[in-house]
């Protein structure tokens, strides 16, 4: 079985960005690692020798359109990059030719707006929002929003999936005292 559409799509993200921005020391999945940070000190302290760096995820996903004959569905999923660095600018900084935070963003930009991912049923990068999250002296941190959309099918009905009976149906019933079920369960349901 093939990797889900979203891991795929984060993993075909980080390898163009590693492939292209050289100059980035950690293009990875983000696995919540700054959810804890509260402060510059804390982010440097959890991303120690990885700064600059761009972590990866696939976040909410809103459905566009469904086709129930073909039991499919196409959301816009949200891909979101945390893009850090220690370099937001400073005379310092620009002077010894390093890159800043504003050259990764071009640089994200340039390997993903527009792009199709190369990966079947999903579609074009679109850029949505970018977003200030730390502005400090000696970090910058961002939030950069794509949207994606991807093709989301339901198990193949031909195949030997089990139905939602199945699935859901297991248990005892309750039985009177000559063993008689108190429940019955029909295979037709009214109005469904």
């Known amino acids: 079985m093939p990797a889900p559409l979203r891991k795929q799509t984060e993993d075909a993200?980080?390898?163009?960005?590693?492939?292209?921005?050289?100059?980035?020391?950690?293009?990875?999945?983000?696995?919540?690692e700054l959810h804890v940070a509260k402060t510059p000190e804390d982010i440097y302290?959890?991303?120690?020798?990885?700064?600059?760096?761009?972590?990866?995820?696939?976040?909410?996903?809103?459905s566009t359109s469904i086709d129930m004959r073909q039991q499919r569905a196409l959301?816009?999923?949200?891909?979101?990059?945390?893009?850090?660095?220690?370099?937001?600018?400073?005379?310092?900084?620009?002077?010894?030719?390093?890159?800043?935070?504003?050259q990764m963003m071009q640089d994200i930009e340039r390997v993903l707006l527009g792009r199709d991912s190369g990966i079947?049923?999903?579609g074009r990068f679109e850029l949505l929002t970018e977003e200030s999250l730390i502005h400090a002296p000696d970090l910058t941190a961002w939030r950069v929003r794509y949207?994606?959309?991807?093709?989301?099918?339901?198990?193949?009905?031909?195949?030997?999936?089990?139905?939602?009976?199945?699935?859901?149906?297991?248990g005892k019933l309750p039985v009177d005292e000559g063993g008689t079920a108190l429940v019955t369960i029909s295979e037709k349901f009214d109005g469904v």
């Not at 959309?149 to 297991?170: K, N, R």
């Open 75 to 102: 959301m816009d999923v949200d891909l979101n990059l945390i893009v850090v660095s220690a370099n937001a600018r400073s005379r310092e900084e620009r002077t010894r030719g390093e890159n800043d935070i504003q």
């Open 13 to 32: 993200v980080i390898a163009a960005l590693r492939a292209t921005l050289l100059y980035v020391r950690a293009v990875e999945p983000y696995n919540g």
């Open 45 to 62: 302290r959890v991303l120690k020798g990885r700064v600059p760096a761009i972590l990866v995820f696939t976040g909410d996903g809103k």
């Open 120 to 122: 079947n049923g999903v």
């Open 147 to 170: 949207t994606v959309p991807m093709v989301i099918e339901a198990i193949d009905p031909e195949a030997d999936a089990p139905t939602l009976l199945e699935l859901f149906g297991t």
